[in-house]
């Protein structure tokens, strides 16, 4: 069985820093491309950021960009450290593994997993 695990998170002033981590389990031995997601209340779920595992490429969204980087600490593990946060980074965070990244996307496919979500909560 998978799993995907995230820690992190929490409470932070605008122009703060959090940092958020996940581990996938369970996945014997396949490796697959993963990010980070958000859903704010009342919003859709997005892609913020994601590792491509193969060709070894981060990509982020227009929104996070130069605040929020992504790291693959190994093949299942990963970390995104959130810089500069502002208050409409509030959202539940969540991690997921087997989903599509490439310049431009940051999407969940029909296979992929997902962790249970972390709350990041920004005040102004």
């Known amino acids: 069985q998978v799993q995907v695990t995230e820690s992190g998170g929490g409470l932070e002033q605008a122009g703060g820093s959090l940092r958020l981590s996940c581990t996938v389990s369970g996945l014997r031995s396949i490796v697959y491309n993963m990010g980070w997601f958000r859903q704010a209340p009342g919003k859709e779920r997005e892609g913020v950021a994601c590792s491509e595992w193969r060709a070894g490429m981060l990509h982020y969204v227009d929104s996070v960009k130069g605040r929020f980087t992504i790291s693959r600490d190994d093949a299942y593990s990963l970390s995104l450290q959130m810089n500069n946060l502002e208050p409409e980074d509030t959202a539940m965070y969540y991690c997921?593994?087997?989903?599509?990244?490439?310049?431009?996307?940051?999407?969940?496919?029909?296979?992929?997993?997902w962790g249970q979500g972390t709350q990041v909560t920004v005040s102004s």
């Open positions: 997921a593994s087997a989903i599509r990244c490439e310049a431009g996307m940051v999407a969940a496919s029909r296979q992929t997993y």
